[in-house]
């Protein structure tokens, strides 16, 4: 290769900012198109640009010399690289007006474009300038580990596609843009949390009663334990809550199997307020919500209201098309503020209705009801049932007391990636910033007892920055304004040796300083 193609190569890299460190594990092609003609053609033209490029990475790692022609692919493909990225922000703007499921759609598989793009910039830099480096033999080991961990998952992956619980996108936190309006914010008084860790597989939970049945389960393909809920006509699942408040927070995690185009219209999951510790809607009070299941076409989510033994303000079915939601475990997050209700899927909130707690204090039990599925073939699950007091407003709480602790933002499982259904709280913070430039946090992250001290500092201080960057990135706020800490296991709130416990543990701190 001349000294002039390799000044063409190294000027345009100049120009060109990447933002991803060098994969040693391929970027998954979405395998489907979003259907808005500009983001499939980047989509699919990053992709075909980041196979060339990471073929060549296979070749050097393996310490096969680059032949001119191989060279003069890499320089073509660094040129197009730069023209498609320069592309990126107009064809942001051709998703306005689009509907919000093709947009969050859309912004993931924008995003995963972006990371192949990046990764293919850097390395063919590079790779031109002989200045690749790849990993050592420990590392190699690690990785070689990664992929067959990942050849497992794909196999477990088939398995259930057959069985139809269908794949969670991987790089779901990719999406966080999509949630930046989010406003729920979940309680900070933990009533009650379940996520089933503590159960033997094939048992009813200890902390739940009901009139049917209804069994922990696990999945090969996706993480932890579900509580599988039965359906059938007047069968009730219902945890060991006695006593609401007036303002809380409920959340759960939601999975289905085998529901497709034959599945009934009537197929629904019933999340009711009640005002009896019995297996029925309630006795002279209750309010239900209902989420279809179905999938041959859009059906309304139903709510309906029932005070003093008589049905009340609320019958509606609200518009609502969360066919693809159901089938890719939502995350549901419902939040009660006196006689408010409101109701979100993932980002979206589909409920929020002024008046459908029409009494105060009276309902005090919280239940689900499934009705409408196919024994055997259609199923329902549910994980990470979080009850909570409070859920109002963070930001009068950190302006007044200057100090704010909440377990209300969720992360991956060891690991940095914040949840997306998490960001009304980051949301909140960052209006309080917003507001008030003066104002500087310092941002302390908390983990449970699980795994070893020096793993749970680091992965503390990595949640803190975590969300700083959120804060940074996706709401604007100057990062000189934030410091991180991670205090790990060292300062717990509650007891490590319950999943009631670690829940609380797990939390981060917002400090003004």
Known sequence: MNFTKISLAFCILLFITPTLEAQTKKIKRPKSRVGVASVDSFVQESFDLYDKVYKYDGYAASGKSLEDEDIDVLEEALEEMSS??????DIINDLDGVGVLKQGKATL?????????SYSIKTAKELLLGQRQHESEDDNSTTESEEKSDEETNSINEDNDEAGIE????????????YSKYDFVPGDKLLFFDDFSNDFIGDLPSKWNTNGSGNIVKFNKVEGNWFELKAGYRLYAIPDISQLPEDYTIEFDLLTSGVSNQTSSGARLHVILSDANTFTNGKTHYASVSLPLGQYAPFNIDTYNYFNGKGGMINSGLTADIRDEVKNQPHIAISVTKKRYRLWVNEVKYVDIPRFIEELNVLNYLKFHVYGLKDGEERVFIKNIKVAEGGVDLRRKLMSEGKISTNGILFDSGSANIQPQSLGIVRQISQVLMQDDSIKLN???????D???DSNLKLSKDRAEAVKDALVNIYNISANRLTTEGKGESDPVADNSTADGKAQNRRVEFIKI
């Open 167 to 178: 794949e969670t996108p991987s790089n779901v936190s990719d999406g966080l843009e999509v």
């Open 84 to 89: 498609l990225s320069e592309s990126a922000p």
């Open 451 to 453: 795994g070893s001290d």
């Open 109 to 117: 598989q924008m995003n995963r474009a972006k990371k192949a793009l």
């Open 443 to 449: 941002i302390v992250g908390h983990t449970d007892s």
